[in-house]
């Protein structure tokens, strides 16, 4: 089996009058939860081979915190989680399938719909990843990734 760990960015500032939503940085409560998800994905085993990061400020910010408790892992900025459908999110998981365990740290509610789709076949199933929310996932190995193909292992929250 491998494993899709879903990790939605942690708490964010309000946008500043005309600042970019994706110039928008981790507040305090932010900075804490993404400290606090990456202390639980070390302390459970949950290493990646590979991560795969929004481009937003936010997310950027998530994994350093997330790096900063696991160690050295590639990291790739990948542009298209930004705003993603979980159609798009499994083709870019699916273009990651040598990994073994790859972590996507991204938005809502691309993340929640696509944790719903792969476990259950129903994108609208399961409404709520908070910020800084991880779901882990185990699929198949050789399998394309379709719907209803993953079981949830693991879900926690700051």
């Known amino acids: 089996m491998r ?18 939503d994706l110039d928008r940085p981790l507040s305090l409560q932010g900075q804490a939860e993404a400290d606090a998800a990456g202390r639980w994905l070390k302390e459970h085993g949950y290493l990646p081979d590979r991560v795969l990061v929004s481009p937003a400020r936010r997310t950027r910010e998530t994994c350093e915190a997330v790096m900063a408790a696991l160690g ?7 542009p298209r989680i ?31 719909q696509l944790a719903a789709l792969l476990a259950s076949g129903q994108s609208g199933d399961f409404r709520g990843m ?3 929310g991880v779901a882990v996932l185990s699929l198949p190995d050789e399998a394309a990734l379709e719907p209803g193909i993953a079981t949830i292992n693991a879900f926690w929250w700051p």
Do not use: K, S, W
């Open 72 to 78: 050295y892992v590639e990291c790739r900025q990948e």
């Open 130 to 132: 908070p910020a800084g």
């Open 3 to 20: 494993e899709l760990i879903l990790l939605r960015h942690a708490h964010a500032e309000p946008p500043a009058p005309g600042q970019d």
């Open 82 to 112: 930004y705003d993603a459908t979980p159609g798009r999110l499994i083709q870019i998981a699916d273009e990651n399938r040598d990994q073994g365990r790859l972590l996507m740290i991204g938005h809502n509610p691309g993340f929640e």
